[in-house]
């Protein structure tokens, strides 16, 4: 278990529910960074979204990306076109 910040608010994570939460999730386009979870890969935004519960305007990717680096998910940075 693991505590992260993201909008200013502290959570407890496991991998594991990290993990469970998106499991079946629908992963949207990637256009900037993103994140492995389950050999899905899903932009950081929408994790975030996902488990924290929130309004998107109120966290940055970066918050979610110090987060999921904590967690030990695999990263990738945004691509250029």
Do not use: C, W
């Amino acid at each position: 278990m693991m505590r992260v910040t993201i909008a200013r608010r502290h959570f407890y994570f496991h991998p594991a529910e990290v993990e469970k939460a998106m499991n079946g999730v629908a992963p949207e386009p990637v256009t900037g960074g993103s994140v492995d979870i389950g050999g899905v890969r899903y932009p950081l935004m929408q994790v975030g979204a996902v488990i924290t519960r929130q309004d998107r305007r109120d966290f940055n990717a970066g918050e979610v990306q110090r987060a999921m680096q904590a967690l030990g998910f695999p990263l990738h940075a945004a691509t250029s076109q």
